[in-house]
C-alpha cells in the first residue's frame, strides 16, 4: 500500500528536539495521573493497588465497560455497543477506514484537516474530492459546493469539527445541513470530533445525535489532556459499521490496554470537571493570543471558534517550512507550517498548553518577525 508522507507528524518528530516554547502541540494542557487523582478525589495510592491487584490478560476485548458507558454519556442516545474502542482517534480513525473503504469508492474530505482523512481513503483505492475550507468563508464547508461533489457513488464525506488547524466550528443547524445533502446519496459521515466540547457557543450536538448513518471519532487526548493514555473510539449507532469495525478491529489490535482503560473511566466519571477546567485555560489562553495578533502587523488570523488551534497567516516571502524551521533553531519557537495542511504563508500555532510557555513563545516569536522585517529593509537598501 503506498501512502504519503504524514506531513505533521512527520514535523513534530523532527522538530519538538528544538522547542523551548512548544507551542504546536494540541492538546489541553496536559494532566499528571496525580492532577487527576486530586481532581476526583482519590487517593492515587489506593488506586494504584486496587489495579495492581488484577492479573494483566487481555481486559475486556471489546473495551472496559464502565470506560464505555463513560463515552455514551458524551452523545445523547448511545449504548456501549455502539462503541468501539481504539488506540487513540488516529488509530480509531484507520480502523474506520480500513473497515470501510473499498478501491473505486467516492469519498469527500475537508481541507485543511488532519490528514488522515483525505491520505488514507486514497491509500485504499478511493476516489478522494477536496472540499477546500477557506479563510473568506471562516473555513466553513461551502455546501453548494458539496452538493455538486456529491453522487450516487459517494460513500463517505469526511468533517472535522471542531477543526484541526483552524478552530473553525460547524453550528448545528449547519450541521443538520450536511446530513441532509448526504441523505440525499445515501452517504455516511465520519466527523473526527475531538476537540468537541471545547467551544464557546454551547455544546455542538455529535455528528452520531444528528444522523443514522454519522460516524464520531474522539479520544481522551485532547479535551481530557490525557494524549498519554492512546485511548480513543467509535462511536456509531448503524450497527453494520460496528460490525465491521470489530471485525477488522480483531486483525490490527484485539483489545485496547487495561491500565489506559481504567484511567479513561476514572476521568470520564469526572467529565465536567475536566471539562471546565480545559475551557478556562481555552479561554483565557486564546485573550492573550487574540490581543498579541491584534497588536502585530505581520500576522493575522480568523479567531478560533472551539479546540485548541488556529492558523496564523503573515505577510513575508518565506515559505513555511522555512519559517517554521528558522523560528525553532534561532528562536526556540515550536510551530506547525502551513504545507503540513497543504497550505502556505501561515502556520499553525497551538494556544492551551501552559500559559507562560504561550506568552514566552509569542515574544520569541515577535522578535523574529522584527529580524525577518530587518533582513527585509536590508536587502531593499
Not at 471485525?247 to 487495561?258: D, G, L, P, T, V
Amino acid at each position: 500500500m503506498n501512502i504519503d508522507t504524514f506531513k505533521v507528524e512527520e514535523w513534530m518528530n523532527e522538530y519538538e528536539k528544538f522547542a523551548l516554547y512548544d507551542i504546536a502541540q494540541t492538546c489541553v494542557n496536559t494532566l499528571s495521573l496525580s492532577e487527576l487523582a486530586l481532581f476526583a478525589g482519590i487517593s492515587l495510592d489506593d488506586f494504584i493497588k486496587e489495579f495492581s491487584k488484577k492479573k494483566l490478560g487481555y481486559g475486556y476485548i471489546l473495551g472496559l465497560p464502565k470506560f464505555r458507558q463513560g463515552v455514551c454519556k458524551l452523545y445523547k442516545d448511545l449504548d456501549i455497543e455502539n462503541i468501539v474502542p481504539a488506540i487513540g482517534a488516529a488509530g480509531a480513525n484507520h480502523l474506520l477506514f480500513y473497515s470501510l473503504i473499498q478501491p473505486g469508492d467516492s469519498v469527500i474530505s475537508v481541507l485543511p484537516a488532519y490528514q488522515q482523512l483525505y491520505s488514507i481513503p486514497a491509500s485504499y483505492g478511493a476516489e478522494v474530492s477536496i472540499l477546500q475550507l477557506k479563510p473568506g468563508s471562516k473555513f466553513l464547508p461551502d455546501l453548494s459546493e458539496l452538493k455538486r461533489f456529491v453522487n450516487k457513488n459517494t460513500k463517505l464525506i469526511c468533517l472535522n469539527n471542531p477543526n484541526n488547524p483552524t478552530g473553525a466550528l460547524i453550528n448545528e443547524s449547519e450541521l443538520i445541513k450536511i446530513v441532509e445533502i448526504a441523505k440525499s446519496v445515501n452517504a455516511y459521515i465520519l466527523c473526527d470530533e475531538v476537540y468537541r466540547g471545547l467551544g464557546e457557543d454551547g455544546e455542538i450536538p455529535s455528528i452520531v445525535d444528528l444522523y443514522e448513518k454519522g460516524i464520531s471519532v474522539s479520544s481522551m487526548s485532547k479535551i481530557f489532556s490525557l494524549p498519554g493514555l492512546r485511548l480513543g473510539w467509535i462511536a456509531a449507532k448503524d450497527m453494520h459499521i460496528i460490525q465491521e469495525c470489530l471485525k477488522h478491529r480483531e486483525y490490527n489490535m484485539i483489545s485496547c490496554s487495561m491500565f489506559d482503560e481504567e484511567v479513561a473511566a476514572l476521568a470520564l466519571s469526572i467529565k465536567d470537571v475536566l471539562l471546565d477546567r480545559n475551557k478556562k485555560i481555552i479561554r483565557e489562553n486564546l485573550q492573550i493570543l487574540d490581543e498579541w495578533v491584534s497588536k502585530e502587523k505581520h500576522f493575522s488570523y480568523v479567531k478560533p471558534q472551539a479546540g485548541t488551534t488556529a492558523l496564523l497567516y503573515y505577510d513575508f516571502d518565506i515559505p513555511s517550512r522555512d519559517f517554521c524551521d528558522k523560528a525553532a533553531r534561532q528562536y526556540g519557537v515550536f510551530l506547525t507550517p502551513g504545507y503540513c495542511f497543504e497550505l502556505e504563508n501561515c502556520v499553525r500555532i497551538g494556544f492551551a498548553g501552559e500559559k507562560e510557555v504561550l506568552t514566552g513563545g509569542l515574544e520569541k516569536l515577535s522578535e523574529f518577525a522584527n529580524s525577518l522585517q530587518t533582513q527585509m529593509l536590508s536587502k531593499r537598501q
